[in-house]
């Protein structure tokens, strides 16, 4: 029967690798989502101006667009929240996975 | 010494896994009548939108009844609690009376009609809007 000390150790590499990954997808997703956030809002203010200035629009009708924008950030910040507690249980439910199976396999 | 501990040193570490995985909820289940009301309010939405430039009067009723359809769909979310906060706060977002969307519906009735570049550019982030919540709960199924 193997240590409990090895049965650990292999655990804690099992972790780590599961980890390192689930990290790395949700930071590399979360920078693509800011980078493009960050465009939409700059070509869409430049857009509305223009339709403003050429009152094919109403002052009153850019201002809404504003706040749309507004809502979206909120939106999209709500949405990343829910996504991350997504990833955690996920990987909270790995290791749970990771260690039954480690356990079952060396015991 | 250490194979005798190991029986029960398992049987600890398989009682708190189970802990571990009840307490490590941290958001609600995916729903079908969840993404079912997301996406059909989002279809009526943008239909009602495209009407912007037509008399508002002509469609105060379809703005009511669209207006009853959002505070429901939230109602459904904000009831689930609070492993669902997240999707509740963005339904709360669109029947928030200071938003961009109920401003929309407000705005067409004050002015009578929207401008037709008015109705394209709130029908695109309106549907982002919609798209969100869309995201999050197909997210829940993954």
């Not at chain 1, 109403?58 to 949405?79: G, I, P, T, Y």
């Not at chain 2, 049987?11 to 909820?25: E, G, I, M, R, W």
């Not at chain 2, 609070?82 to 969307?101: H, I, V």
Request: aromatic letters at 6%; a neutral charge; hydrophobic letters at 45%.
């Amino acid at each position: 029967m193997p240590k409990f000390d090895d049965i650990l150790d292999e655990i804690k590499v099992g972790i780590a690798e599961l980890g390192e990954k689930s990290a790395k997808d949700f930071v590399e997703e979360v920078r693509k989502d800011g980078d493009a956030f960050l465009r939409e809002i700059g070509d869409d203010l430049q857009r509305w101006t223009e339709l403003l200035a050429r009152k094919k629009i109403s002052a009153k009708e850019f201002r809404v667009l504003v706040e749309f924008n507004r809502d979206l950030a909120q939106m999209k910040a709500l949405s990343a929240s829910g996504l991350a507690k997504k990833k955690v249980q996920n990987l909270a439910n790995g290791i749970v996975d990771l260690v039954t199976k480690t356990v079952l396999k060396l015991v | 010494m250490r194979s005798n501990l190991l029986p029960r040193r398992t049987s600890v570490l398989v009682a708190l896994l189970f802990l571990a995985l009840s307490a490590c909820k941290l958001i609600s289940d995916y729903d079908a009548l969840s993404y079912k009301n997301a996406t059909d309010l989002r279809v009526e939405t943008m239909a009602l939108l495209e009407q912007g430039t037509e008399p508002y009067a002509g469609h105060a009723a379809e703005v009511a009844a669209l207006r009853l359809g959002l505070a429901q769909a939230y109602e459904y979310e904000h009831r689930k609690g609070k492993l669902n906060s997240d999707s509740a706060a963005q339904w709360a977002r669109l029947n928030d009376p200071a938003g961009a969307l109920q401003h929309t519906f407000d705005t067409w009735k004050s002015a009578g009609k929207l401008n037709e570049a008015f109705v394209s550019e709130a029908k695109l982030k309106a549907g982002e809007l919609f798209d969100e919540i869309i995201r999050l709960e197909r997210a829940k199924a993954e």
